[in-house]
């Protein structure tokens, strides 16, 4: 984390320290330095996250009907017939 040298500089944080202002540079768009909460990550980490999931479970989806249509190919009835065997 870079300090100020200058305690007049723009960029400071003005996050409170024990001792006074906090004397590191503030993040880009933000008032505050990362200490004091400035630009906070956590809501790109859970976009990515969820992009990621919905990836992954299309990609899961996709599997599953092409095991079906193989099965349907091969003349198993694949989970229709599980269904048909139980009652349902």
Avoid: I
Avoid at 18 to 38: K, P, T
Avoid at 53 to 62: F, P, V
């Amino acid at each position: 984390m870079q300090r100020v040298t200058d305690l007049a500089d723009p960029r400071r944080c003005k996050g409170a320290s024990l001792d006074g202002q906090c004397q590191n540079f503030a993040e880009e768009g933000s008032d505050y330095c990362r200490v004091h909460g400035g630009k906070d990550l956590a809501p790109a980490r859970r976009l990515k996250q969820y992009l990621l999931t919905k990836a992954q479970d299309r990609e899961r989806l996709a599997q599953f009907a092409e095991n079906d249509a193989a099965q349907d190919a091969a003349g198993r009835g694949g989970r229709r017939f599980w269904v048909n065997w139980n009652g349902d």
